[in-house]
């Protein structure tokens, strides 16, 4: 018992010591080809921006399909360290693996890899490093060769769903990955069991063919990516707390705390202006490529998205409308939105999460549109580091290569500034609260 209290006060002290996200920082999302598919980076990145867990936030991703720490260690000084990010997250470990049982071997070379790229970080200057786990491959998409096969010609031909023997090689990638976190001061995303645990409770109602690994076991569609953005976003810390609407009926008053402005109050209907944004969820909640199905089996909404509506003075049933109104005139991308639902006036004194439910909502269509700027952005940084940046120390014409290098840097930040401009444009929206008689 005295163990369990020392080991669980050190690391109180050493969470109590860890960095934090400042205004300004600057996020490098490392990792591998699942990085490179540019879905859990972008929802980090949406994430940083329009929650807004601090200001003028800046964030870019470098994935590298096949990447292993070793490799990734080796070509920091000329690709990733050329930028002078604040804040690292790394996915590394899948391939690391190699696909295959884990032995020693593997691991010491991985752990030596992670801590020269915690190393390397912090001569960066890199205040605030979140050190991710590999996440877990499917347990029933990812097929390979049966490594118990007796038979050496039937191992080449014989493939069976092989998660039995390749997640505790990645558990174990996992372990070292927290002790790297651990014995450096760093933050540790565990993605490995968001993604197990996730996928296990969803594959229980939705079936076998529900995959959170993705089709091919290894990289995840966006239910997956959302479990692994959960994971990191929890270690950068941030509180979910988007906001608190509080409205008295009988006072016929309002408030609302930073990021949402109240424009009017009138007969329990609420006009608000948001410059900060619930996180928005989408699709067949049944589909593997939507990430409104997978919140059910993450405590996504719980920890990281309260937008609460707090009522006072109502009684029995309650109707609250969440609408987006459009003026005559508006533009034509402008679209209506009116949800309504009841709920307990008791449950609206305590305080009910708008975003947990009303999944469509007035943000829905320009969180999307943010979301898009964001793409592109990501999507214009990884022919920059795995082409024009990787490149540049064999050019034959340095000067060239570093004027184009240059040109490029620039118009991967003025995306993503353009990015970063959308996410502060308001949404006005309102909330309408009626006793139900």
């Not at 972008?42 to 399909?65: A, N």
């Not at 229980?204 to 990289?219: N, P, T």
């Not at 707090?310 to 969440?322: E, L, M, N, P, Q």
């Amino acid at each position: 018992m005295k163990r369990f209290v020392l080991v669980l006060v050190t690391s109180l002290i050493c969470l109590g010591a860890r960095a934090e996200l400042k205004q300004g920082d600057f996020v490098a999302v490392t990792g591998d080809s699942i990085t490179e598919q540019k879905q859990y980076s972008v929802f980090i990145e949406d994430y940083l921006l329009m929650c807004k867990p601090q200001g003028d936030l800046r964030v870019m991703q470098f994935g590298w399909s096949g990447e292993v720490a070793p490799g990734f260690l080796a070509k920091m000084p000329n690709e990733a360290l050329k930028f002078p990010f604040t804040v690292a997250t790394t996915a590394y470990g899948m391939n690391d693996g190699a696909y295959s049982p884990m032995t020693p071997e593997k691991g010491e070379r991985y752990r030596t890899a992670m801590q020269g790229i915690v190393d390397n970080f912090k001569k960066h200057g890199v205040h605030f490093i979140v050190v991710g786990s590999p996440g877990c491959v499917d347990p029933d998409t990812f097929v390979r060769p049966d490594p118990t096969d007796p038979q050496p010609d039937a191992k080449k031909k014989r493939k069976v769903a092989a998660g039995w023997f390749y997640n505790p090689t990645l558990a174990a990638l996992r372990d070292i990955a927290k002790e790297v976190a651990e014995q450096n001061g760093c933050a540790f995303a565990d993605v490995y069991d968001t993604m197990l645990d996730a996928g296990a409770a969803a594959k229980a109602k939705y079936g076998a063919g529900y995959h959170v690994g993705g089709g091919d076991g290894v990289h995840p569609s966006a239910n997956g990516q959302l479990c692994m953005a959960y994971a990191f976003l929890k270690g950068l810390g941030v509180d979910g707390n988007i906001g608190t609407i509080t409205v008295d009926l009988a006072a016929n008053k309002a408030e609302a705390t930073d990021g949402h402005k109240l424009l009017g109050v009138k007969d329990g209907a609420v006009e608000i202006e948001s410059t900060r944004y619930p996180f928005c969820f989408y699709g067949d909640p049944k589909t593997v490529n939507a990430t409104s199905g997978i919140i059910e089996f993450l405590p996504f909404n719980q920890d990281l998205n309260r937008y609460m509506l707090v009522v006072k003075g109502a009684t029995g049933k309650v109707k609250v409308t969440w609408a987006k109104p459009v003026k005559e005139g508006a533009a034509a991308d402008e679209k209506k939105v009116e949800v309504t639902k009841e709920f307990a006036a008791a449950d609206l004194e305590k305080g009910i999460n708008l975003a947990a439910q009303f999944l469509e909502n007035p943000f829905s269509e320009p969180f999307k549109q943010v979301e898009d700027a964001i793409r592109k952005q990501q999507n214009a940084e990884t022919p920059l580091v795995k082409k024009t940046l990787h490149d540049l120390p064999k050019a034959k014409d340095k000067e060239a290569g570093e004027k184009a290098a240059t040109e490029e840097m620039g118009k991967a930040k003025e995306l993503f500034e353009s990015a970063a401009e959308m996410a502060k444009k308001p949404v006005r929206h309102v909330i309408r609260v009626e006793v139900v008689k």
